[in-house]
């Protein structure tokens, strides 16, 4: 059960853990969020993506499709083999000016690899799709509302993420290196914003704030379709309104 993976250690206090040499490199990061927002076009023409976002919107009822919501079903992980080296940080940084490719490279395999110690820490299995999905998702809503994620919130969200990944059959299909590609993006980008909005809150700058924010909106607007002004997340997980 989520619950218990969750018992011994905090999300947040996982977090603070796991990124500590993280936060100065996120902060400032050349054109991320702002001007470059690599991820906006995976998000917009990935096919997985998109089919897991209709999925949570169905179970979080932002559509209505059919007369009843389907049945919970056990947050059961949806995980993947990996093929031992990082896919998404390469393709990531090519949307970056060739002189800063590899700095950005570097920097998104170190946003991944902290990552990876926040779902040991809090006892997600490595390479938990729900879990990466969670990040992205409260990682930019709540960047969005200026807020720090909540950890019964992104506990309830890692459980409705697994549910809703678990009935989504073009993902349970898919090959692992796709899914590796989907997880990466989702938990980079999770964790980046989230990283920045802590440096940020360390060292004030509203106009790089407020960028973060419009970015933060915009990746939900890419994969949801709607913008963050209709969701709420608490401890019930996402609810569309």
Do not use: C
Not at 102 to 131: C, S, V, W
Not at 158 to 163: C, D, G, L, P, T
Request: proline letters at 6%; hydrophobic letters at 40%; charged letters at 20%.
């Amino acid at each position: 059960m989520v619950r218990n993976r969750f018992r011994k250690l905090r999300f947040m206090g996982a977090l603070v853990l796991a990124t500590a040499g993280v936060t100065a490199q996120a902060q400032f990061s050349p054109g991320y969020g702002t001007y470059g927002a690599p991820m906006s076009s995976f998000l917009a023409s990935s096919f997985l993506a998109q089919q897991a976002a209709n999925n949570i919107m169905m179970d979080s009822g932002g559509k209505s499709s059919s007369k009843s919501k389907p049945a919970p079903v056990p947050a059961q992980p949806l995980t993947f083999k990996e093929s031992g080296a990082p896919i998404a940080p390469a393709k990531m940084a090519s949307s970056y000016p060739e002189a800063s490719r590899a700095h950005a490279q570097r920097m998104f395999e170190n946003t991944l690899a902290a990552y990876h110690k926040i779902e040991q820490k809090a006892g997600l299995p490595r390479n938990d799709m729900g879990g990466a999905l969670a990040t992205f998702v409260a990682g930019n809503y709540f960047t969005w509302r200026d807020q720090t994620v909540p950890d019964d919130a992104f506990k309830a969200l890692v459980s409705q993420m697994n549910s809703s990944l678990s009935r989504v059959p073009a993902l349970r299909s898919a090959s692992d290196a796709e899914k590796q590609e989907l997880y990466e993006q989702l938990a980079i980008t999770g964790m980046f914003v989230m990283l920045t909005r802590e440096g940020l809150q360390q060292r004030a700058d509203p106009q790089h704030a407020a960028q973060m924010k419009q970015a933060a909106k915009g990746y939900l607007e890419q994969f949801f379709k709607v913008g963050p002004e209709r969701m709420q997340i608490d401890s019930r997980g996402l609810v569309m309104r």
